[in-house]
């Protein structure tokens, strides 16, 4: 007996001796759990996905080095120095005018914004830096890299992420490219910041007057409650502006709003016009009546709708249509001097004033109409009037200083697409009108608008110091219009030739392909009257736009 327990403890003081290094332990079957596992899990040092991932995301122009480097700013890096990040800055004050829902705070040097607000800074900067296109590249691509690492790997919910976010939704076709677009995605992201921050609801009652309602939510507002704090008025100010913003563009991509209107939109415009931080606080009201508008004309006309949902009496249409004519009257009347003069606000009420007479182009051969007669005096006077209202909107943007439309958000270039898109099918005429497609044609003037759109992007293009054209986003603009002349002059030309083939604009001619020099088209303006369309609705147009745009980053990012 004691020569078997001799033998079992030399067996177990065998089995703790070391090693030598020449032997290899045999590695535990993958999955399983050992001492060595639970000892790293206990470890006080956290696994970090940005971290052990930073040398694919740091951007291949710069020296990767270390995990450090995706922690060290933009500036210390050497993308940029001090003082251009400064100018830069300074230089944002314009753009502010025309999105006054994110304010940088004029009591933040550089170096707290760094630290503070990085995020928003980042955007800034990639924002600001378009006449250096390889800059504004980069800048850009470290934005987008660093917002997911913030959001999906380390799970930050922060004001400065959402201000961040909001600025580069507001500017964002200075970055566009038709391929990898992400609008309506990163739209959702900011709204669901916005929700995670507590911005979407008014403030928490007081236990005593709390509801049972109030009370189911507690679990939610406890987990709100942990995320970083957010300021009143910039809290306020960026719930509004990410309304705004998802309001506009989901009408403007013809998809649903996942951010409505409410009363808490309102109140939240009301304590900041009241609270004069701010003297553009005053003037978003402004913004969000004319927006409110023009969800009420997409509901009610089902602008939304994949093939619209036009079914209103003949006589509910034409009185919805002229209600909506004169709210945007009685707005217009409401707005103070200043606003007047706010190229954003006026950009608005015209673009939703031309939304409002879209309902023109939708009316003809709906069943519901048993009078065609009384059907074509009404389709008639909206198409007239929707006529009327689109040459307005581009007559005032051709006016405006060659800065507005410089410093222009991306909401004032989707309603320039959109206007010239309503436009180009009201030019290629319309069955069953009393109206010569001829004197339509005159009228319309679509070339004159073309042309004119065309040159001002070509003034707006930027240069590099030895003066050749960047390829920026007026430049890819300028190309756009001029291709659209074309294509639209193809289809004149075959309806004036043809004239059995002047159908409505939403019941086509056969389309034949039209050869020109550059590119092939179809000879079709039909599609819906979104943002898309402008781009994707002719394969062979869109294919012809395409050369314009790099196919990939790498080549765009050694373009100067």
């Not at 009257?329 to 200043?338: C, D």
């Not at 939703?352 to 109409?369: A, C, F, M």
């Not at 007239?384 to 004032?412: V, W």
Request: charged content about 20%; overall charge negative.
């Amino acid at each position: 007996m004691e020569k078997k327990i001799d033998g079992i403890v030399a067996l177990l003081t065998a089995g703790t001796r070391p090693t030598s290094a020449s032997a290899e332990p045999t590695p535990p079957p993958p999955g399983t759990v050992t001492d060595d596992s639970i000892r790293s899990n206990d470890s006080s040092e956290k696994f970090s996905p940005a971290e052990t991932l930073v040398d694919d995301l740091s951007p291949s122009a710069l020296s990767p080095g270390s995990s450090s480097d995706f922690r060290r700013d933009v500036i210390q890096r050497g993308i940029l120095t001090i003082s251009e990040a400064e100018s830069l800055i300074q230089s944002f004050q314009a753009f502010e005018a025309n999105f006054p829902f994110v304010l940088l705070p004029s009591n933040l040097s550089l170096e707290e914004l760094r630290t503070q607000r990085p995020i928003l800074l980042l955007a800034i900067l990639a924002t600001t830096s378009q006449a250096n296109q390889r800059l504004s590249f980069l800048l850009e691509r470290e934005l987008r890299e660093t917002l997911s690492v913030k959001v999906i790997f380390e799970a930050e919910k922060s004001l400065d992420l959402l201000q961040g976010l909001i600025v580069y939704l507001a500017w964002y076709h200075f970055h566009f490219h038709p391929d990898r677009q992400q609008i309506y995605q990163l739209v959702q992201l900011a709204i669901a910041m916005a929700v995670d921050l507590g911005l979407t609801k008014p403030p928490r009652k007081s236990k005593s007057k709390q509801t049972t309602i109030d009370l189911l939510e507690v679990a939610d507002s406890e987990m709100t409650d942990r995320y970083e704090p957010v300021d009143d008025d910039e809290g306020m100010r960026a719930f509004v502006g990410c309304y705004y913003v998802s309001s506009c563009l989901s009408l403007a991509l013809r998809r649903p709003n996942n951010l409505k209107f409410s009363s808490h939109v309102e109140e939240c415009c009301e304590v900041l016009a009241e609270s004069g931080r701010s003297p553009f606080d005053s003037f978003l009201k402004h913004y969000v009546r004319i927006q409110r508008l023009a969800e009420e004309v997409s509901s009610t006309f089902g602008y939304e709708e994949s093939e619209g949902s036009y079914a209103l009496g003949l006589s509910q249409l034409d009185y919805s249509h002229k209600t909506f004519q004169s709210k945007l009257h009685s707005l217009k009347e409401s707005l103070p001097l200043q606003a007047l003069s706010m190229v954003s606000i006026m950009s608005a009420f015209y673009h939703t004033k031309v939304y409002i007479h879209e309902i023109g182009l939708h009316v003809r051969d709906d069943p519901v109409y048993s009078d065609p007669s009384r059907s074509s005096v009404t389709q008639m006077n909206m198409l007239l009037g929707c006529l009327d209202a689109a040459k307005a909107f581009l007559d005032y943007h051709l006016s405006l200083p060659l800065i507005e439309n410089r410093n222009g958000t991306i909401m004032q270039a989707t309603r320039l697409t959109y206007t010239t898109i309503v436009l180009s099918k009201i030019a290629a005429g319309v069955n069953g009108l009393s109206l010569d497609v001829n004197t339509l044609q005159e009228t319309a003037n679509l070339g004159y608008y073309l042309d004119s759109l065309a040159n001002r992007m070509g003034e707006l293009v930027s240069r590099t110091p030895s003066g050749e054209e960047q390829k920026d986003m007026f430049w890819h603009f300028r190309y756009v219009f001029q291709k659209m002349k074309l294509r639209s002059e193809h289809i004149i030309k075959r309806l004036h030739a043809t004239p059995a083939l002047a159908k409505s604009v939403l019941s086509p001619p056969e389309a034949t392909p039209y050869q020109d020099q550059d590119f092939q088209m179809q000879d079709d303006l039909s599609g819906e009257l979104d943002l898309d369309y402008f781009l994707t609705s002719d394969p062979a147009f869109y294919a012809s736009i395409m050369p314009g745009w790099p196919t990939s980053t790498q080549s765009y990012a050694i373009e100067t």
